[in-house]
């Protein structure tokens, strides 16, 4: 039973960055994928990224991609989304979402992770 603990969220302006934090508290490198998610209001929630802790793999979603990156510290137990560009359509809470891979399809599905942390609310401004 893994706890998830997301943190760095605020109000940014557009075009600057934030970086999100997620702390396990499990090991959860070698075993787990790891996904980051968002949620903006009246939508539905949608993939973010996707951390393989196996191969060291990553996914990202379009919408995303070269402007988020996916780092980790082991020693800490922690998956990092580093945010730049940022752009106020990225405004949404942000979450955090684990699975042992055996247990993952193909990561980019909300119902495929069994843990997650309560999120973290992003705010771009124009």
């Known amino acids: 039973e893994l706890q998830l603990v997301e943190s760095g969220g605020g109000l940014v302006q557009a075009g600057g960055s934030l970086r999100l934090s997620c702390v396990a508290s499990g090991f959860i490198f070698g075993d787990y994928a790891i996904g980051w998610f968002r949620q903006a209001p009246g939508k539905e929630r949608e993939v973010v990224s996707v951390?393989?802790?196996?191969?060291?793999?990553?996914y990202y979603a379009d919408s995303v991609k070269g402007r988020f990156t996916v780092s980790s510290d082991k020693s800490k137990n922690t998956v990092y989304l580093r945010m730049v560009s940022l752009k106020p359509e990225d405004t949404a809470d942000y979450y955090c979402a684990a699975s042992q891979e055996p247990h993952i399809r193909y990561g980019m599905a909300p119902e495929e992770y069994d843990y997650w942390g309560h999120g973290t609310e992003v705010t771009v401004s124009s």
């Open positions: 951390l393989w802790t196996s191969v060291g793999g990553t």
